[in-house]
């Protein structure tokens, strides 16, 4: 409810302004302050931004820029995928002169993005996770990293560690960007034993910690021995995995501190580099590229250390794979494959390469997923 | 780890019972023992939060996941104390405070708890009743939070209390009229507020469940309105505390039941399943309802009932 009370601060305060100084001096107004040679910056977030996920990688990614000279970074945490983020953004813009807005959240981008930067042409919108598309406005863009190859990886260390030949996911919504990470999991682990399958429960919602932590549960109950997973914030599932006596592959961010032992590697989220490098751009008056992707190669995604419970032969493999992922063009989804239903989704021969933007539209599980996107 | 195969369903059915209804148990107790002696407090929610918040940091900074319980269970006595005491003013709508108050409780435990979201807190330990059997699954089932049994006796003996103490006569009769308690001579405001209070102690205790055993982990999103249902799960259970122990185990068995599913492979549908507990409320409110009796059992005094 915080968000809405300090909203409405800020609705009394936009309405005073315009009362009080539409006439005189819009000039006067901080928005047009990043033309003096100095550059602020707004990061917004959907959840905490140290919750062991997918916020706290934005906000490590944050730090970086703050760490820039001539910047001034503002952040907003627990801003729903709703008009708030809308007036979240009109805020900084207006009141605390940000000139380039990193929105993180995957709702944010249609309509919320959509909507402001048409009404906002010399404010730069940089969304985490969309498809800009042509017809969007150009002064958005959508970036974003190959981070499947990071799960095929996490697949791999899975794949070596399990016993039961069953590995679990916890994922939060059938979108996209999870049925790969969930698809290429499994790919992974296939690449050692194509015996293995994967079990994979939503929970229907980006946070529900009592949800994820039954998810990981019955997980366990089904004898899935290695968990990794799709949610915000990863902590809930990796402890009760870890009290389960399951192995752990992380997601977002580092979880290994949460369970030493059980904690198998992890596909991270590298924003550091990706941030510090647009703002740079930014700054210099450069041309930012409107759809911007990368992987491992990149630096745009990076692994967890491998923990003490991974193999010789599972770290070999692992290497091997990842010296191979890091020369780019590398396919996790290559035929002759089928999806859990039947289907063929890509014949002998035929392979969809990281960078595949057909990736990005992706609708089933592979073949050896037991779970149903609807 | 033995294949159980479709038996995985009962069985985290159990298991959900026993693991995810404990918040329940303590926040519809504590409501329950408010709405007996007369008011409605709606806050809970907040209080509920702001416990797991606060139990969470008591027992992060001390050590000790036992402190961390009895720093949420004041914590939440001092919420039920301020509502009691607004809400002795006349002319004072105590749903409209209690709203109020949730919304404080839950602004106030995200501001504090901002900086334990990422530290990890001990965890109140569990009995392992489970130990008769050879197979995991059942022993991970049966890993019983003390907590849980401490609710199931408090259910007990608040129905003694209510039906067989002194104690118990004096809330009742202040729930049931304010005249004819002021007329034996007893101060309806007093035994309110002292009701509210111990109300309040008790949701903050279900909220220190969540973040120090399960989930067991403190953050903004972690009680998902369950202490709104809970204060529900009272009427549901018709102000009658051993009610509310088998309404808190239903829901959160049909809370599990998503999960369970799933993992035994029925996937297709599972937003609908994720509405077990609420369809089941459903029905059960309207195969128990009556036309002669649909109140049965509400204090008298209860602002909705009025």
Redesign the interface.
């Known amino acids: 409810m915080k968000p809405s009370l300090s909203l409405t601060r800020r609705h009394f305060l936009g309405t005073a302004a315009a009362f009080g100084g539409a006439a005189v001096a819009p000039s006067l107004l901080p928005g047009q302050a990043h033309a003096a040679g100095s550059l602020t910056v707004g990061f917004i977030y959907v959840g905490p931004k140290d919750d062991f996920g997918y916020n706290q990688a934005h906000a490590e990614g944050a730090a970086a820029v703050k760490a820039m000279d001539g910047v001034t970074v503002i952040e907003e945490e627990n801003v729903p995928e709703t008009n708030d983020v809308q007036n979240t953004m009109q805020s900084m813009i207006n009141f605390d002169g940000a000139a380039l807005l990193f929105p993180t959240s995957f709702g944010y981008y249609n309509p919320h993005i959509l909507e402001l930067a048409p009404k906002f042409p010399d404010v730069r919108f940089e969304h985490c996770g969309g498809l800009w598309g042509a017809d969007d406005p150009k002064n958005a863009g959508s970036y974003f990293g190959y981070i499947g190859m990071g799960q095929y990886l996490n697949g791999i260390a899975a794949g070596h560690a399990t016993k039961s030949k069953k590995i679990g996911f916890v994922a939060a919504k059938p979108i996209p960007q999870v049925l790969n990470n969930i698809n290429s999991f499994l790919l992974g682990a296939r690449a050692v034993d194509p015996s293995i399958t994967c079990q994979v429960i939503f929970t229907g919602e980006w946070s529900l910690a009592v949800k994820e932590a039954e998810a990981t549960n019955a997980l366990a109950d089904q004898g899935c021995d290695v968990i990794t997973c799709h949610v915000d914030g990863p902590k809930v599932v990796a402890e009760t995995a870890a009290a389960r006596g399951a192995y752990i592959c992380g997601y977002h961010a580092d979880q290994s501190p949460l369970a030493p032992e059980m904690y198998l590697t992890g596909a991270e989220w590298n924003w550091a580099g990706v941030y510090t490098d647009m703002v740079t751009k930014f700054m210099a008056g450069e041309p930012i590229d409107n759809f911007v992707r990368g992987g491992l190669a990149d630096g745009f995604i990076k692994m967890s250390p491998l923990g003490p419970a991974v193999s010789d032969a599972a770290r070999n493999q692992f290497e091997a794979t990842k010296a191979e992922i890091m020369k780019g063009g590398f396919a996790a989804i290559k035929g002759p494959l089928k999806d859990n239903k039947g289907n063929m989704i890509a014949a002998e021969g035929e392979a969809f390469v990281e960078s595949d933007v057909a990736l990005e539209s992706m609708g089933y599980l592979v073949e050896g997923v037991i779970g149903s996107t609807s | ?4 195969g479709l038996w ?1 369903v009962p ?2 059915i159990l ?2 019972a026993i ?2 209804s404990t918040p329940f148990l303590f926040v519809s107790l504590g409501e329950c023992l408010t709405e007996r002696s007369g008011r409605i407090n709606l806050g809970l929610e907040g209080t509920l939060v702001f416990g797991a918040m606060t139990g969470y940091a008591v027992a992060y900074q001390s050590g000790s996941p036992w402190l961390g319980v009895l720093a949420a269970a004041l914590a939440g006595a001092v919420f039920g104390l301020f509502h009691g005491w607004i809400c002795k003013f006349r002319g004072v709508n105590d749903i409209a405070i209690g709203i109020a108050m949730m ?1 404080l409780g ?2 106030l435990a ?2 504090f708890g ?1 900086p334990f ?2 530290p ?1 807190a001990p965890d109140l330990p569990a009995i392992p009743l489970g130990w008769w059997s050879d197979i995991p ?1 059942v022993q ?2 049966l890993q019983v939070n003390a907590l849980f049994i401490v609710g199931g006796l408090l259910a007990l003996a608040l129905h003694w209390m209510f039906r067989a103490t002194r104690i118990g006569l004096t809330i009742r009769v202040v729930g049931d009229s304010t005249d004819a308690a002021r007329a034996i001579g007893l101060n309806p405001d007093t035994v309110r507020l002292l009701a509210t209070a111990a109300g309040g102690a008790l949701a903050g205790i279900g909220g220190a469940y ?1 973040s120090l055993y ?4 403190w ?4 009680s ?1 309105g ?1 202490g709104l249902m809970a204060v529900a799960l009272v009427i549901f259970a018709r102000w009658n505390p051993i009610n509310c122990f088998w309404a808190a185990l239903l829901f959160g068995g049909a ?2 039941l ?3 599913l ?4 029925v ?5 609908l399943f ?1 509405a077990a507990p609420y369809v089941l409320t459903l029905a059960l409110l309207i195969l128990t309802s009556s036309p002669d009796k649909a109140l049965h059992g509400a204090p008298g005094e209860l602002s909705i009932t009025k």
């Open positions: 780890m033995t294949d159980i995985g069985l985290a298991g959900g693991r995810v919304l839950m602004g995200f501001y901002k979201i990422q990890v699954q991970a089932a969540l399960y989930p067991g982990s953050n903004e999103g972690i998902s369950q809370g599990a998503g999960p369970a799933q993992s035994v492979g996937s297709s549908g599972y937003y994720f």
